[in-house]
Structures are given as C-alpha cells and as structure tokens.
T-cell receptor
Framework: GENVEQHPSTLSVQEGDSAVIKCTYSDSASNYFPWYKQELGKRPQLIIDIRSNVGEKKDQRIAVTLNKTAKHFSLHITETQPEDSAVYFCAASHNNDMRFGAGTRLTVKP | NAGVMQNPRHLVRRRGQEARLRCSPMKGHSHVYWYRQLPEEGLKFMVYLQKENIIDESGMPKERFSAEFPKEGPSILRIQQVVRGDSAAYFC????????????FGSGTQLSVL
C-alpha cells in the first residue's frame, strides 16, 4: 500500500515568515494529494489539494507543488499568521484509498 | 447537508467492555474511512469501506476490531474487549462514490478506557 512520509514533524516560525512542509509518497499510481489542517481538538479540514496532472496550485497565501518524477510534494505558507498554528497533514490517494503523513505541528510566534 | 456525523463524541468504557462507534457519511457519499489518532500523533488508517463491502482493512488489528457499512444505516466501528491502549480519538471520513476526492471528516469519537 501507499506510504507517505512528512517532514519536519515540528516547525516554528516568526509571524510573517514562510513555512514549508514536505512529503514523499511511494505509490507512483497515486494521483490526488490533499493537505489538511487540524486545530487542537478539532477535525481535520482540507485547505488545498492538487492532482497529478498539475505541478503547482495556489490559493492566496497557500501553495502546493508536486514533483511526480521524484514523488514528492510540498506545502508553502507565506506571510504566516498566529492563526496558521495547527497540525498539517499531507495525504496521497489512489482509487479513493487515502493515506496520511504523520503530521507537522506548525507554531507561528507573534 | 449536516456533514459527517459521528456519535458519541465521547465514550468511556471499562477494560473488557465493547465499544461501538457510529458514523453517518455525508448525503450521497458511499465511501467511508476510519482513522485512529493518538494524542500528538498523526491519522493512522484503519479501514476503508464502501456500501456493504470492506475494501481495505489492512490498518485494523485482526483481533477485537471490526467494521461494517450496511446498505441502510451508519458505518459502525466495533471494538470488543477494550484495553487501555485502545484509548484514542477515532475519526470517520467520507467521500463521494467513484471519484478520487477529498475526504470530509467527522468530529471524531474520543474513546477512553478506564
């Protein structure tokens, strides 16, 4: 089955700086790559996703890049704000079988 | 559309009892996933079901754990003879049929085993 690895496990940045989280996947057939944000005690919620026919996608301060050859994808958050503090999970999916990375705890210091 | 509904939100069981966790997917969704999350840890895949079928249960322990998603009614994750190590948050998610789509998560059930 699919194996997703995510780095770093924790990330601390100063407000206004950028944050980058990286993931690799093992199954070359995976074709859908969502990112979820989970605040403390809450459910994971989708923040952005990308499909394998696209190399990059951007939504305001959030962007995701995908390198299919290398089987890795990254989340970029620019101009971070304290409310961006949360745990972020990447995932890879093939035929609706979705597996998650272990998560990155992002702390944005005011 | 009420979203993915899980109940109960909190469930307390004594060692050896049974725990039943329920999940009603979003309307029109026929794919259900169960994930387990320990404090400060990630979402660990347990089982993936479509209506009346288990598609992938590779993440679910072979003993004491079972899951079903009947034609009518919610998906059920059942844990028999619970042990303290079963204490965790259990999240259910659903997605539309036949498409590689984002998952919508429920609020989770926090299981505490005394």
């Amino acid at each position: 089955g699919e194996n997703v690895e995510q780095h770093p496990s924790t990330l601390s940045v100063q407000e206004g700086d950028s944050a980058v989280i990286k993931c690799t996947y093992s199954d070359s057939a995976s074709n859908y790559f969502p990112w979820y944000k989970q605040e403390l005690g809450k459910r994971p919620q989708l923040i952005i996703d990308i499909r394998s026919n696209v190399g990059e996608k951007k939504d305001q301060r959030i962007a995701v890049t995908l390198n299919k050859t290398a089987k890795h994808f990254s989340l970029h958050i620019t101009e971070t704000q304290p409310e961006d503090s949360a745990v972020y999970f990447c995932a890879a999916s093939h035929n609706n079988d979705m597996r998650f990375g272990a998560g990155t705890r992002l702390t944005v210091k005011p | 559309n009420a979203g993915v509904m899980q109940n109960p939100r909190h469930l307390v069981r004594r060692r050896g009892q049974e725990a039943r966790l329920r999940c009603s997917p979003m309307k029109g969704h026929s794919h259900v996933y169960w994930y387990r999350q320990l404090p400060e840890e990630g979402l660990k895949f347990m089982v993936y079901l479509q209506k009346e079928n288990i598609i992938d249960e590779s993440g679910m322990p072979k003993e004491r754990f079972s899951a079903e998603f009947p034609k009518e009614g919610p998906s059920i994750l059942r844990i028999q003879q619970v042990v303290r190590g079963d204490s965790a948050a259990y999240f259910c998610a659903s997605s539309p049929r036949d498409r590689n789509e984002k998952l919508f998560f429920g609020s989770g059930t926090q299981l505490s085993v005394l």
